[in-house]
């Protein structure tokens, strides 16, 4: 079975670059109609236009926007069949100088943001007794967690829990939960993160890479086939997955 979602009204966050824009342009190609979805516009209106998608501008920082992205998705395709929760924050932060500033700033965004999407989307799903899929990115990191992502792992850690527990709560209606641990990823915002924020200079990915066992990290487009595959029937009855999409085995001997 091909991994297909003709005709599926699926919302993606973080649509504007990186992961969630290669999940957008690969649901798209599979027949997705889509509502797009980022907390900024220009880019995100680019590839909505090339893509024939809805958008929604919306900070997901903002305990009202889950809320206003399921409607502007109802309101375009009367309908909501895939959810991908593709945004999120990567600020460093240790247990020994994270704030709660930085606590807060940090669950909004990568925990409450994708609960509340999720919960707006299933009762949709619910109210119309129509099967679903949801799609969580979330990160190796969830393991454990590198020592200066402290916050960003506990995210992830409770993300991936969230997404067992919908999975188990939801398998008898037919809404399907799976999540996706990322490992390092090439996406222009990690650039910016480790060029600028970090500053390792430009060379960083090259020296990066050369740790790697494939030589090079993983891109979006490797991220985006995996979750249109758990978006599509091709993956049922899947269900309350957290694939490691990493290239080191966790656990493994270094």
Not at 130 to 150: R, T, Y
Not at 173 to 192: F, K, Q
Request: aromatic share 4%; hydrophobic share 45%; proline share 4%.
């Amino acid at each position: 079975m091909q991994a297909r979602l003709d005709g599926r009204a699926v919302i993606v966050t973080g649509a504007a670059s990186g992961i969630g824009a290669a999940i957008a342009r690969q649901a798209s190609a599979s027949g997705a109609q889509l509502l797009l979805t980022d907390r900024t516009g220009d880019a995100l209106a680019a590839l909505a236009r090339t893509l024939d998608a809805a958008t929604c501008i919306a900070d997901l920082s903002d305990p009202a926007a889950p809320e206003a992205i399921a409607r502007a998705c109802t309101d375009r395709f009367g309908r909501i069949d895939g959810l991908v929760n593709a945004a999120g924050l990567t600020d460093r932060a240790s247990v020994l100088d994270g704030t709660a500033e930085t606590w807060d700033r940090l669950f909004a965004v990568n925990t409450r943001a994708p609960f509340f999407l999720m919960q707006a989307v299933i009762t949709e799903m619910l109210g119309r007794k129509a099967p679903g899929a949801i799609v969580n990115i979330q990160s190796v990191n969830a393991h454990c967690g590198a020592p200066d992502l402290a916050i960003y792992s506990a995210t992830k850690g409770a993300l991936q829990t969230l997404t067992r527990n919908a999975a188990h709560a939801l398998m008898a209606d037919r809404i399907r939960v799976n999540g996706i641990n990322l490992g390092w990823v090439a996406t222009e915002s990690e650039d910016h993160m480790q060029a600028v924020t970090l500053g390792h200079g430009p060379g960083w990915r090259a020296e990066a890479e050369r740790t790697m066992p494939l030589g090079r990290l993983i891109t979006p487009e490797e991220t985006a086939r995996l979750a249109v595959y758990l978006l599509s029937d091709a993956s049922a009855p899947m269900s309350g997955a957290s694939i490691d999409l990493e290239q080191k085995v966790p656990g493994a001997p270094a």
